[in-house]
């Protein structure tokens, strides 16, 4: 298996823009997590999709945030509109459940101008 | 809530033995995991303990005492690669701890 795909790698832009990060969890795992990491607050669980259906989206830090999961191979984290605060690296990851081993991707890299 | 605490940097030579304490505090415990992150890359599984004990991972183990609410990761034999972060993690929780910066010296 490829492990869990992210894309882009990294992105830059200005504030206010629309960010769209994507995320193809390995095939088979039915738990998605999304995770920001940053210097000051290290690892966060954003939100948590378990069989495509959202679990826990408490660390989704406010509205500008939302995050699909619209089939089992697919999701996306939107940001909009984007701000600085927002700079940091987004994981998503994978597991067969939520007490499971989890598998990250390599990660998406955002600076948010 | 839930809250993990690890020492934030430990520093050692090649061939040392490491250890990276984890307190945890939480509601509800399945396990604890430990996640190995090098700069610019992403977490990776290291071990699981869901009971009490020792797991012996090669050179690397690990030990939880749930009575405690305290667990280790072991390093022995240390090699420059094992420069990296150290995450202890509560499974089924989703919450990290800060990370243990692990500095290998020549």
């Known amino acids: 298996d490829a492990g869990v795909i992210q894309s882009p790698r990294h992105e830059v832009t200005e504030m206010g823009q629309e960010v769209t990060l994507r995320c193809k969890p390995i095939?088979?795992?039915?738990?998605l997590f999304w995770y920001r990491q940053t210097m000051m607050r290290g690892l966060e669980l954003l939100i948590y999709?378990?069989?495509?259906?959202?679990?826990?989206d408490s660390g989704m830090p406010e509205d500008r945030f939302s995050a699909k999961m619209p089939n089992a191979s697919f999701s996306t984290l939107k940001i909009q509109p984007s701000e600085p605060r927002d700079s940091a690296v987004y994981f998503c990851?994978?597991?067969?459940?939520?007490?499971?081993?989890?598998?990250f991707g390599p990660g998406t890299r955002l600076l948010v101008l | 809530g839930q809250s993990l605490e690890q020492p934030s940097e430990v520093t050692a030579v090649e061939g040392a033995i490491v250890q990276i304490n984890c307190t945890y505090q939480t509601s509800g415990f399945y396990g604890l995991s430990w996640y190995q992150q090098h700069d610019g890359g992403a977490p990776t599984f290291l071990s699981y303990?869901?009971?009490?004990g020792l797991e012996e991972t090669g050179r690397f183990s690990s030990f939880l005492s749930r009575s405690d609410s305290y667990g280790y990761l072991l390093l022995q034999e240390l090699q420059m690669k094992d420069s990296a972060s150290y995450f202890c993690a509560v499974a089924g929780k989703l919450t990290f701890g800060g990370g243990t910066r692990v500095l290998v010296k020549p």
């Open positions: 990851a994978s597991s067969y459940g939520q007490l499971e081993t989890q598998y």
């Open positions: 303990n869901a009971l009490d």
């Open positions: 999709f378990n069989n495509n259906v959202p679990i826990d």
């Open positions: 095939s088979g795992h039915n738990s």
